[in-house]
């Protein structure tokens, strides 16, 4: 049992460019979130899920994209990438939302 | 408009002494509570929860208060240990609310020193 598992756990991209951040977890939870955490800021949602094929926009979604085609998976979309964007994101998940979440161990993201 | 405050950005206390975090929250509406223990580089993991219609919970040196008059709740650490030393997150959420997850503090930087 994995838990939360996120990848990359880095990554460094250029302004303009896409890429997505990957999350999994194995315990067949429904709820999954994005977070991103910035220095003085705490954690703020960017994209929830409560099921697969349900996808709602969070507190800072602007510039982000979200699927979840299956339960376990919950990818996160930077669709041009800006130096705005540069922090660290964390994935999570609960058996429902409202519970106790659990998080993944992060994806550290520099856009220069 | 902050819902859930920690107004302590950082706390240093003595090992062995007890660590009280503070945290403080606006929206009546929230009636689940959770602290979450973060070290440097890794993602947020759990530590101890409440509900609302409870005013405290113990899990071993960790004891989490809830006043809801005040709407305060505090994390208790006793004794504190050198491996506490991290940034707490306290969060709430409001299940009637809408799915849009946990609400989080800025975080408290507990430094235990020995």
């Known amino acids: 049992n994995a838990g939360v598992t996120q990848t990359p756990k880095f990554q460094v991209l250029k302004t303009g460019q896409s890429m997505t951040l990957q999350c999994a977890q194995d315990?067949?939870?429904?709820?999954m979130s994005w977070y991103r955490q910035d220095p003085g800021m705490g954690l703020r949602l960017i994209h929830y899920s409560v099921g697969a094929g349900i996808t709602d926009q969070g507190e800072v979604p602007n510039g982000y994209n979200v699927s979840r085609s299956t339960t376990e998976d919950f990818p996160l979309r930077l669709l041009s990438a800006a130096p705005s964007q540069t922090s660290v994101y964390f994935c999570?998940?609960?058996?429902?939302?409202?519970?106790?979440?659990?998080f993944g161990p992060g994806t550290r993201l520099l856009v220069l | 408009d902050q819902q859930v405050k920690q107004n302590s950005p950082s706390l240093s206390v003595q090992e062995g002494r007890i660590s009280i975090l503070n945290c403080d929250y606006t929206?009546?509406?929230?009636?689940?509570f959770l602290w979450y223990k973060k070290y440097p580089a890794e993602g947020p993991t759990f530590l101890i929860s409440i509900s609302s219609i409870k005013d405290k919970n113990e899990d071993g040196r960790f004891t989490v208060f809830l006043n809801k008059s005040a709407k305060h709740l505090s994390l208790h650490i006793v004794p504190s240990q050198p491996g506490d030393s991290a940034v707490y997150f306290c969060?709430?959420?409001?299940?009637?609310?809408?799915?849009?997850?946990?609400?989080f503090g800025k975080g408290t930087h507990l430094i235990i020193q020995p």
């Open positions: 999570a998940s609960s058996r429902k939302w409202g519970e106790t979440q659990y």
């Open positions: 929206n009546s509406m929230f009636d689940y």
């Open positions: 969060a709430a959420s409001d299940p009637g609310g809408g799915a849009d997850g946990l609400t």
């Open positions: 315990m067949n939870h429904e709820y």
